[in-house]
């Protein structure tokens, strides 16, 4: 059930990283057409470059979570190396809990910041105006839903631990080979 | 205070735990530890402003063009266009590694994708022209570093955004250290050629007409790094700007190549973002342990400690540059720029050094750091395209290059101007 629920997580996580690099792709159109009309018609799309932070904060916010399905979190594993495939298994899960726990005390503080936003239905201080809850809230869910995917993992690479042994749990959280890291680039 | 955090920044990374973790969670105790006020608290502000910060926008938009680059094909025109052209130098197609990394660094802000991008295409002529394989490899995973020296650079972004420095600025001073280690490098296989002229593989043979037919396929890339750095320095773009231009002119690129699908875009931008959030969370946790450090008041204590010893300011400056040179065979050079650039930047200054060279500088360290044992990254993906054949290899075949480094870093000590004469022209 909890590896159906991880399947299920990691596709809802793709999704959103592909969500937020098509989004990305249409700022950089958005901000192209910026300079282009700035520099040639002398008019300039007032609050590109707003719109365009904004869309960035919600992009890498929905894509938290891909980064830890994907392993791609940087670890220096000098020692690592030599640790045996008992105390990488502690020190990986020991990561994942360390890592959830610094995402959970952000998105705990990126909650108050939200609630804020909520009760003053805050704008932003430029001429668009924009009211903040529309980048704020999903911003708030991209940082929650890595919250939540760290604790699925976590659970996961448990269950898998007790039932396979470390090689199993530790394609979930362990540190990526070489040929892993090359397939990535 | 300050061996307790480093102790404890020491045993978290060293304990493998996640660089962002280890950063954000040393911030957590030192505040809990010596601070009076819950600085936490920050935490959700300081992710949001820098979230949506438009200077770090530049970021996912250089990674984004880099990626779309990679899949355009492009790389191996240029590769086989600057071979064709350096073909005479004794070292052949070696010297082709260090032009077409040089000009692919131009295009791209990464060291990585630029050894790999670079690697693909070179590794295969090792066997094929018999090649010494140590130096061939070497002046491949060298090459790569220049990646973040030339720009755009999104390490020297990182560094303008942590110390408040203008990141145009800092791109005009990196473009002529950026060519000189070039020529550094290609000296060195020059050198190392001539004494031991087996090492130089079969050198091919080409017509003037066929150099001239060359030509074409350097065209495109010379054009995106004339849209994207020659926007930012004619002052018509801001970084940002000037990187979301590249996407768009990368695009058409491979629209005219005939590589544009929505299953490229999609995996361009997967890979995008993937790279993107995992940057983002090391700054924010950076960016909160600076913020941490510096209300305790450490970096002002470690500041004070430097000046107190009385050293010179050249002495200061050597120390610190033996300092990143022992812990880049250690740590991973994103990290290690963003934990310690707050640090030595305050005492760099201090002494009387100008912000933009000691960036450049910084580079330089950094690039040297990629290619320094145990933990080199563009070691790791040289021998990740070669795939058989001992790590050692690349290790050994790197170390002259080490070398060339060590003259880029006194070139640079010995005349600052090498970086500062650009930006103080347009400045």
Not at chain 1, 50 to 79: N, P, W
Not at chain 2, 136 to 144: E, T, W
Not at chain 2, 237 to 242: K, Y
Request: positive net charge; hydrophobic residues 55%; aromatic residues 10%.
């Amino acid at each position: 059930m909890l590896e159906k629920l991880l399947d299920a997580s990691y596709r809802i996580s793709r999704w959103c990283s592909w969500g937020a690099g098509f989004l990305l792709l249409a700022s950089a159109f958005l901000v192209t057409g910026d300079v282009i009309a700035r520099k040639f018609f002398n008019v300039s799309l007032a609050g590109a470059d707003e719109i365009t932070g904004y869309c960035f904060a919600v992009g890498t916010a929905l894509s938290l979570s891909f980064v830890l399905y994907k392993r791609a979190h940087i670890r220096v594993d000098v020692l690592y190396q030599f640790f045996s495939p008992r105390w990488r298994i502690v020190s990986d899960i020991a990561g994942l809990l360390l890592l959830t726990g610094f995402t959970a005390m952000v998105t705990w503080m990126a909650g108050g910041l939200v609630i804020d936003t909520l009760t003053h239905s805050s704008r932003s201080i430029t001429p668009l105006k924009v009211p903040l809850i529309f980048p704020h809230l999903p911003w708030f869910i991209g940082w929650l839903f890595a919250v939540y995917s760290g604790v699925l993992i976590f659970f996961v690479t448990l269950m898998r631990l007790y039932r396979y042994g470390p090689g199993s749990a530790s394609q979930l959280v362990g540190v990526k080979t070489i040929q892993e890291k090359q397939d990535a680039t | 205070m300050l061996i307790t955090a480093v102790c404890l920044l020491v045993a978290l990374v060293a304990a493998a735990v996640p660089v962002a973790a280890a950063m954000g969670l040393l911030g957590l105790s030192l505040t809990s530890l010596y601070s009076a006020m819950p600085l936490h608290r920050v935490l959700g502000d300081l992710a949001w402003q820098n979230g949506s910060d438009f200077l770090l926008v530049a970021i996912p938009m250089f990674v984004l063009l880099g990626e779309i680059l990679l899949r355009t094909g492009i790389a191996s025109g240029m590769y086989d266009g600057m071979a064709k052209w350096l073909n005479w130098l004794p070292g052949g197609l070696m010297h082709s590694n260090i032009a077409s990394s040089a000009l692919f660094a131009a295009t791209s802000g990464s060291s990585v994708a630029t050894a790999a991008t670079i690697g693909t295409v070179a590794l295969p002529e090792i066997k094929r022209r018999r090649y010494n394989h140590r130096l061939f490899l070497g002046s491949v995973a060298a090459g790569g570093t220049l990646g973040i020296l030339i720009p755009p650079s999104i390490n020297l972004i990182l560094y303008g955004l942590l110390t408040n420095t203008s990141v145009p600025a800092l791109y005009l001073a990196g473009f002529i250290p950026g060519v000189i280690l070039a020529m550094v490098f290609m000296t060195t296989i020059m050198v190392a050629c001539m004494i031991f002229p087996s090492w130089s593989g079969i050198p091919i043979k080409v017509s003037f007409r066929q150099r001239l037919a060359a030509l074409p396929p350097l065209v495109p890339p010379l054009a995106i790094f004339v849209a994207v750095v020659g926007s930012i320095y004619a002052g018509w773009a801001t970084p940002t700007e000037a990187a979301a231009l590249g996407v768009v002119a990368a695009l058409f690129l491979a629209l005219g190549y005939g590589k544009l699908s929505l299953a490229m875009l999609r995996d361009a931008v997967e890979g995008t973002m993937r790279t993107t959030a995992m940057i983002i969370l090391i700054i924010l946790a950076a960016i909160f342990l600076n913020f941490v450090l510096s209300v305790i008041g450490l970096t002002q204590a470690l500041t004070d400690f430097i000046i107190g010893l009385g050293l010179t300011p050249l002495m200061t400056l050597l120390m610190i540059v033996v300092f990143y040179l022992i812990l880049g065979c250690f740590m991973e050079t994103l990290s290690m720029l963003l934990t310690t650039a707050p640090l030595t930047f305050p005492i760099i200054v201090s002494l009387g050094y100008d912000p933009v060279w000691f960036g450049i500088l910084l580079m330089v360290l950094l690039e040297t750091a990629l290619i320094t044992p145990p933990i080199g990254i563009n070691l790791y993906v040289v021998q990740g395209i070669r795939d058989k054949g001992s790590m050692s290899d690349v290790i050994i075949g790197a170390l002259p290059f080490v070398f060339s480094m060590f003259v880029m870093i006194a070139i640079l000590i010995i005349w600052p101007q090498t970086a500062l004469w650009l930006p103080e022209l347009f400045y």
